[in-house]
């Protein structure tokens, strides 16, 4: 609606997990190399918890995004919430199993040996699964242990990531067998103040924006009033440029970021 009048190719700050959108800031640049490291270096289980809004899920897509699907089978869930068996056969569908893997009663069995084939073939298996934080039964992290057991004399055949809110590692905590297997943590928080213009820049730049469109007061506090988190700036940012188109304005300044962060609250 407001693309054009701000000489934008495509909206800045949708809250989608799009791997181009990724600010790489200190933070979110060391968990992301964590995470190709835990992939490519062929580790067992790698944890990225985070608090909401902050870019986990978006990380994990850019982690998606950059690996080599010739060499990478992935699979991707994000609704934890599926039964052991449920989210067995949807991991085996992903990772290249048949229809038929849905009705083996050895579900453990039947994706070993989707592991060991790909293996055979040369694919590297990776598991994401996302919002981890609403596994909320003990044998789920036990059963995910047991994956584990899949593995060669030098290396796993499958990579395992979780991503959770804060609270996911103390899920984790309450299974020490399985808290052993994990070799690789990160963490993300909000911004730090410094970071929110450029965010908030690159965001433009990577629309098309090839002009300033916020005052420095205007950055600033959105800043402030954001905490920092990704989630917050994108939603106080859509809502200015939409006013500022609104209002025919020629920058969002602080007035216009005022009214926004108000209404929002």
């Not at 010739?70 to 569908?93: C, D, H, R, Y």
């Not at 808290?179 to 928080?189: D, P, T």
């Amino acid at each position: 609606m407001y693309e054009k009048y701000w000489e934008l190719k495509e909206k800045p700050f949708e809250n989608t997990p799009d791997p181009r959108f990724l600010y790489h800031s200190n933070q979110h640049r060391e968990a992301l190399a964590r995470l190709f490291y835990a992939v490519q270096e062929k580790k067992g289980a790698a944890v990225l918890t985070g608090d909401m809004g902050c870019g986990k899920t978006l990380l994990s897509r850019a982690l998606f995004s950059g690996l080599d699907k010739k060499k990478f089978l992935l699979a991707l869930i994000v609704n934890p919430s599926l039964t052991p068996l449920q989210m067995w056969g949807e991991i085996g569908i992903q990772l290249g199993g048949k229809e038929v893997f849905l009705e083996r009663v050895e579900m453990m069995d039947a994706l070993g040996e989707v592991l060991k084939i790909n293996h055979t073939n040369r694919k590297r298996s990776v598991i994401i699964i996302d919002e981890a934080q609403e596994i909320k039964q003990a044998d789920v992290f036990q059963q995910l242990r047991l994956l584990l057991n899949y593995q060669l004399e030098q290396e796993f055949l499958l990579t395992l990531i979780l991503l959770g809110q804060p609270e996911l590692r103390d899920r984790i905590n309450q299974v020490p067998p399985f808290k052993q297997r994990i070799s690789v943590r990160c963490h993300l928080g909000p911004l730090d103040p410094s970071e929110v213009p450029a965010y908030i820049n690159h965001r433009l730049a990577v629309a098309g924006g090839q002009k300033p469109i916020f005052a420095k007061e205007a950055l600033d506090l959105i800043s402030e009033h954001s905490g920092g988190v990704p989630r917050n700036i994108n939603n106080i940012c859509d809502i200015c440029l939409l006013a500022g188109f609104i209002e025919k304005t020629k920058e969002i300044d602080r007035a216009i970021v005022e009214r926004t962060v108000d209404e929002l609250d």
